[in-house]
């Protein structure tokens, strides 16, 4: 049995991201505070925000994206986890970057075509499109297609 495939968070480059927006935040509080210049208060709050919601992801940094295994997939979805086995899924698929707006991501459909999720890839995940497309193809049996 081969050990699962898994997609995780980069927890350095959110960690980084988030301390860089809250040092920048520091800075333009302190400038509004010492200029006296009070709508440098508004970047401040806009980057402080966007450092603490990288922070925030941080907190689960030992939970995976996206596990495949020789018996199917595992992934985290707006309400929790969901899992479906190899003969269960429609259609599994990595999407690659679209412009500069959708990000790469691995998309599943159900059997029947109602339901879809998605779990990202790229830069801020530990595995690439082509990777994953890759070790998708290792897992899903070839008489599940």
Not at 28 to 56: K, N, S
């Amino acid at each position: 049995m081969e050990d699962a495939f898994e997609v995780r968070r980069r927890t350095g480059l959110f960690t980084l991201l988030g301390l860089v927006c809250l040092a920048l935040a520091a800075g333009f509080g302190w400038f509004a505070y010492d200029r006296e210049q009070y709508l440098l208060v508004v970047p401040a709050v806009v980057l402080a925000a966007v450092g603490l919601g990288h922070l925030r992801g941080i907190g689960d940094w030992s939970t995976p994206l996206f596990v495949a295994d020789d018996h199917g997939i595992r992934l985290r979805a707006e309400q929790g986890w969901v899992g479906l086995l190899w003969s269960e899924l429609g259609e599994i698929r990595v999407e690659r970057r679209e412009g500069l707006i959708h990000d790469p991501r691995i998309k599943v459909v159900s059997t029947d075509g109602q339901r879809f999720y998605t779990a990202p890839l790229g830069l801020a995940t530990n595995v690439s499109p082509g990777e994953a497309e890759v070790q998708l193809a290792q897992r899903r049996p070839a008489a599940a297609y």
